[in-house]
């Protein structure tokens, strides 16, 4: 089971929408920027993953896992909008846990879910 399309972003403008008028916060790994929508809606997901990072096999097993974690962080976060996930290529050596890991820390910075225990 994939994320749903309900939680995914397609269009170009709302990827730029979230880099100009989005807060950003960044990591070792990646930078999340996060733009709140004043419409209740489901949080949605963009991933901008650059040639940087590595080659086709690289950068779709980064998404992959990317998306997978967004997946099952979804119910917990509580307020609407768009988050973008842009991986640095030091991302495409990091483990699964390194990565999921960061992602979480970055959106509780971002105050998407409540503070780590």
Do not use: C
């Not at 972003?9 to 996060?34: C, D, H, I, N, Q």
């Amino acid at each position: 089971m994939g994320l749903p399309g309900t939680h995914r972003m397609t269009r170009s403008g709302e990827y730029a929408a979230v880099r100009t008028k989005g807060t950003a916060r960044s990591g070792r790994l990646m930078t999340l920027a996060f733009l709140a929508d004043e419409s209740p809606g489901a949080i949605r997901f963009g991933f901008t993953i650059t040639k940087r990072v590595g080659n086709a096999v690289h950068r779709n097993k980064l998404r992959r896992r990317l998306r997978e974690i967004a997946r099952h962080t979804a119910p917990s976060i509580q307020r609407a909008g768009r988050l973008v996930t842009i991986p640095r290529p030091i991302a495409s050596e990091a483990t699964f846990a390194e990565i999921q890991s960061e992602w979480q820390y970055l959106v509780r910075k971002l105050g998407l879910l409540p503070p780590a225990p």
